[in-house]
């Protein structure tokens, strides 16, 4: 058979599969072999090495590893070979599956007479590749934090659960929310999280009573016992989707804040009703997307990983064991790396502030703008070999969660991405060379930032004002991160869609059975071992689902309505049709890879055409184009670490919906308090490094294209960008017929996330950003991964967790007690990275001749 280009006989042809009563999966049956085999001691041995891998690599607990021996006795290896064929199949261009394992179970299809073992040896490693594929996951990440069994009996939504994951959404989201707009920003996530969930939960177990009360025709039991791992998870999902800061928030600070739109009608009651229709909208496309991103055995999603190792080490018992020498528990070691950071960090974010921007290459010469340019960290493009010893900066690309080839491959884009701005600043391409090379500004013809008032009239656009004053003018960074922006969107649509047709259109016909039979699961459609198991729960049906974003819709609508907003309804119908259609490949990339796409540029575009000269409407369209995709991938990340975790799906459905009420209530109070209180919101000299990266950004942007128009722009300022949509599409599919040429060696090569890297200028953010990562990553991710299979797969997400927790936790210890009533610690250690024209970020390459450039006044249109 030719495994590259048939697919193998499924499963169903081969064999005779069935459910057990207790909804386990079922063992294989074939008509010439259907006994159990029996292992010797010499062999039982010899098999539990496998399971638990080489040094005790996997962490399964007894209960599991007899699972997996039951398993085992029962697979025949004609069932084996078809299992591995269609692994192959299915994995032979999917870059997070091991090469050395593909290589090996090829070899294994191929035939005993080409593997170098006696046949006892070759039997038994065939079957046992097959059953860790079938029973458990194909990938050594998942079954290093998940259990190939499940208790359908352990608790799960509890009373305590609710209290505790109730109390910490309430806390946790006003803290994200507060350092949303800090550069870089600081988040508790998850992982920080269930730190503080899990003696939350240890001490409801020990001051409530034992005891059950009656509410109406419900009872409750107070308190079930110990402490679960269920219930961890219940409250770190509502924590996970309460706790997030609200991406709405940023365009809700471009529409009030004095420094951009001004509207003084954007308060507590309209900021509430927006956020409330984006995330509960972002929550129903989530149950709808079900079938595509969270079932489908490929969507790996590397982010959630580190959330189920952290469960798993706080309420698992712990074998005593050796790793590479290392003894120290996980619990143990989550603690030391979370107390060292926690006190380290203080050095890079109060003590000595230039080890964090760690531009050491423009101190040699601080005014000579070209060193600046070149290797600066705040305003150039950041080409440092190493640039800062501040973990918030390493840790902004997540490198010991994502797969190196992600974080590889959008590493080569931020490169291509600097050499692109690199040759437009140098040559002035478009006059770039008279401004800034790397921030989001837009400015006039004399080099000075742009001034809206004098375009804008009454809140309608200009056209006299504009003929008289100036066109708009940006940097060569923000021109190539526009450029990069609408060709990955129309790279990303081609390739996702011609690469994981099958996928998609498995999906899409799931979806309409399920329109057809209601009352059907979807968990019947995939025979993976997490989806079978999930067959023991009630489904979410679809309607609830579509329910929740109807109702959410009318909200929307409600609210743009009572406003005064001036944008119609039927713009906004527009632009959430086209970003529906865009979060299906959007989706399978996050779940793949761990990089989110926003769909907010496209959005701008779109609003542009349909209502110009009309900046709020811009923004509002930006809204719903960007935060309902956005917040469905956040909402589907949850669904799947619930789907690993083998949750009841109401039972979380229930707690998100609780959780994002609160959320929205808090979040928008945490906002508002920020306006108010908050002196320099936004602006370049906020003490706390408030400055507000991408509202300044969603401003410039909508200044460009939402009043003054997508036709002066693209037509006459800069045509350049029109193409880029045709690049993308044409190099989607130039690189999808190579990769279906040249599989193997282009497994590792994605070109959505390139065009990802390459966008990364004009908002402040560059290499500086991403080379540490790239070591990190490099390190952790390649190196010791592969080295030290064991210690990897058993201290690294957690040595993650507790560094990022120390940061945390340490950012909010330093910020009210430092930073909120400044007390200055005024030294060169302080004032030495900001002291030249790279942090003073106002240096041009060229002078203007004559103080004004570009054609003559008056002759633009």
Same mark, same amino acid.
């Given at each position: ?59 399964? &607990? ?18 084996? +070979? ?41 039997e038994l490693e065939t079957r046992f590749q097959a059953t860790q594929i079938k029973y458990h996951s194909p990938y050594p990440e998942v079954r290093a934090v998940c259990s190939p069994t499940d208790d359908v009996d352990m608790p799960c939504e509890s009373l305590r659960a609710y209290i505790v994951g109730i109390f910490w959404v309430s806390c946790a989201s006003f803290i994200n929310q507060f350092f949303a707009e800090r550069q870089p920003t600081i988040t508790l996530s998850a992982t920080v999280l269930q730190i503080l969930i899990y003696p939350s939960g240890e001490l409801l177990c020990r001051i409530l009573p034992h005891k059950t009360i009656k509410i109406f025709k419900w009872s409750v039991n107070l308190n079930t016992g110990p402490w679960t791992v269920k219930e961890q998870m219940?409250?770190? +999902?509502?924590?996970? +989707? ?5 991406? !709405?928030?940023?365009?809700?600070? &471009? ?18 009703? %927006? ?7 972002? !929550? ?48 143990? !070691? ?13 050095? #890079? ?10 531009? $050491? ?29 501040? $973990? ?9 969660? %994502? ?17 692109? &701005? ?13 401004? #800034? ?44 991160? /526009? ?30 059975? @399920? ?7 979807? !968990? ?54 086209? @970003? ?124 460009? %294209? ?65 080379? #540490?990562?790239?070591?990190? @990553? ?13 210690? $990897?797969?058993?201290?690294?997400? +957690? ?7 120390? &940061? ?16 200055? /610690?005024? $030294?060169?250690g302080n004032t030495v990275s900001s002291a030249g024209v790279d942090g003073a970020g106002t240096y041009a390459l060229y002078e203007i001749p004559g103080g004004r450039f570009g054609p003559p006044e008056g002759s633009w249109s």
């Open positions: 058979m030719d495994l590259k280009t048939e697919k193998p006989l499924g499963l169903v042809e081969v064999l005779d599969e069935s459910l057990s009563s207790d909804g386990d999966i079922g063992c294989e049956k074939h008509p010439e072999k259907t006994e159990t085999y029996v292992f010797t001691e010499e062999e039982r041995l010899k098999v539990e090495t496998l399971i638990r891998g080489v040094d005790d690599t996997v962490d399964l &607990v007894d209960s599991d590893v007899e699972y997996m021996f039951e398993r085992l006795s029962t697979m025949t290896m004609e069932a084996a +070979i078809a299992i591995l064929e269609e692994t192959i199949f299915d994995h032979k261009d999917d870059a997070n599956f091991p090469g050395d394992v593909l290589d090996r179970i090829t070899l294994l299809v191929s035939g005993e007479e080409n593997c170098d073992m006696d046949h006892e040896s070759y219940f409250a770190t +999902i509502m924590t996970n +989707i309460g706790a997030g800061s609200s991406n !709405f928030f940023h365009y809700g600070l &471009v529409m009030r804040l004095p420094i951009f739109f001004n509207l003084e009608w954007v308060g507590y009651g309209f900021l509430f009703l %927006l956020d409330v229709v984006t995330q509960f909208f972002g !929550f129903g496309l989530a149950g709808m997307l079900r079938r595509y991103v969270i079932y489908p055995k490929k969507a790996m999603w590397p982010t959630v990983l580190p959330t189920l190792q952290l469960n798993k080490t706080l309420l698992s018992t712990e074998r005593k064991q050796i790793i590479n020498g290392w003894s120290i528990s996980k619990y143990k !070691f989550f603690f030391l790396t979370f107390a060292a950071m926690f006190v380290y960090f203080f050095i #890079p974010d109060y003590l000595m502030t230039s080890l964090a921007t760690f531009n $050491w290459i423009t101190w040699i010469a601080p005014h000579n703008k070209k060193l600046a340019f070149i290797t600066g960290s705040k305003s150039g493009l950041g080409f440092n070999p190493w640039t800062t010893f501040d $973990w918030s900066v390493i840790n902004y690309t997540t490198p010991l969660v %994502l797969p190196f080839f992600v974080t590889a491959n959008r590493w080569f884009g931020v490169l291509i991405g600097g050499f692109l &701005v690199l040759g437009m600043y140098w040559s002035n391409y478009k006059f770039t060379g008279y401004f #800034p090379p790397n921030n989001s500004n837009l400015y006039d013809n004399t080099g000075v930032k742009y001034n809206l008032s004098r375009i804008v009239i009454d809140g309608e656009f200009s056209e006299e004002g504009y003929k008289s004053y100036s066109q708009p003018y940006v940097g060569a960074g923000y021109l190539s991160m /526009l450029g990069a922006y609408y060709a990955m969107y129309t790279c990303a649509f081609v390739y996702i869609f011609m690469n994981e047709w099958r996928t998609v259109k498995d999906a899409f016909k799931g979806f309409i059975e @399920s329109i057809k039979h209601p009352r059907s699961s979807a !968990f019947a459609q995939f025979d993976d071992s997490f989806s079978v198991m999930m067959r023991n729960y009630k489904e979410v049906p679809d309607w609830w689902y579509l329910v929740t974003l109807v109702v959410a819709f009318c909200i929307g609508v409600a609210g743009i309505v009572g406003y005064p907003t001036g944008c119609p309804v039927w713009a906004i119908v527009v632009v959430i049709l086209v @970003s529906v259609a865009l979060v299906i490949p959007t989706n399978v990339i996050f779940a793949t890879t761990g990089y989110l796409i926003p769909g907010d540029t496209l959005a701008v575009i779109i609003a542009a055409y349909m209502v110009p000269g009309n900046a709020i409407a811009s923004v509002l369209c930006r809204v719903f184009g960007y935060n309902t995709d956005e917040q469905a991938e956040t909402f589907i990340g949850d669904m799947k670490l619930a789907h690993y975790a083998k949750m009841p799906p109401r039972a979380v459905f229930r707690g998100q919906m609780i959780a994002t009420t609160l959320q929205c209530l808090i979040t928008t109070g945490a906002l508002t308090w920020l306006i108010d209180n908050t002196p320099d919101l936004c602006t370049s000299t906020q003490t706390a490094r408030l400055v507000c990266t991408f509202p300044n950004q969603v401003y410039s942007n909508t200044l460009l %294209l939402g009043i003054v128009g997508p036709r002066r722009t693209y037509d006459v300022l800069y045509p350049i960008l029109k193409w880029a949509f045709l690049m993308g599409g044409l190099f989607a599919v130039a690189f999808w017929a190579l990769r279906k040429k040249f599989t193997r060696q282009l497994k590792y090569i994605h070109p959505v996330i390139i065009f990802a890297g390459i966008n990364r200028f004009g908002a402040s953010y560059n290499l500086s950003y991403y080379t #540490p990562g790239l070591y990190a @990553s490099l390190i952790f991710q390649y190196y010791i991964r592969r080295r030290y299979t064991a210690w $990897w797969t058993k201290y690294n997400y +957690i040595l993650s967790s507790g560094f990022t927790a120390g &940061v945390a936790f340490s950012a909010i210890l330093i910020f009210f007690a430092l930073q909120y009533h400044p007390k200055t /610690l005024k $030294w060169w």
